[in-house]
């Protein structure tokens, strides 16, 4: 499995919450890691699908002390806790389910966003990993 390579990725400036990222026909929330080479999403659609509830992305960690850090790669677990290294190119099916683990691993230690998808049983939602303008991950959940 490849890895990026921390001189493609760069120095974490801004880690935030995005709402409303326009994508398709829809829209997306989720995080956007910015670094001083690139910025990184992680998104969930945002869509509501009759009375379900669609899923959110959370972190429990505190950002401030990875600003400034190398982002030296971002790995996907799933609920198994199996492990894919993310790939600069089109990927899919890393982890079918309702939950995604996105580690971002950095020179000051790996902070975690998890995207949970809250459906009735019935509806998916999609998931989008994006480095710049390459989709790195899609998948549904």
Not at 88 to 97: A, I, P, Q, V
Request: glycine content about 10%; proline content about 1%; hydrophobic content about 35%.
């Amino acid at each position: 499995m490849t890895k990026i390579a921390k001189s493609e990725l760069g120095t974490i400036s801004r880690i935030e919450e995005v709402y409303e990222v326009k994508r398709g026909y829809g829209s997306m929330d989720g995080y956007k890691v910015a670094t001083d080479k690139t910025e990184i999403f992680v998104l969930i659609d945002n869509a509501q699908d009759c009375c379900e509830r669609w899923g959110y992305i959370t972190s429990e960690d505190d950002f401030s002390p990875y600003i400034g850090a190398e982002l030296r790669q971002i790995v996907l677990t799933d609920t198994a806790l199996n492990i894919e290294y993310v790939e600069k190119s089109n990927r899919y099916g890393f982890d079918e389910g309702g939950i995604q683990f996105v580690d971002f691993q950095t020179s000051n230690g790996v902070f975690q966003l998890a995207v949970y998808n809250s459906h009735n049983g019935y509806y998916g939602h999609g998931i989008v990993i994006l480095i710049g303008d390459d989709v790195i991950h899609e998948d549904v959940l």
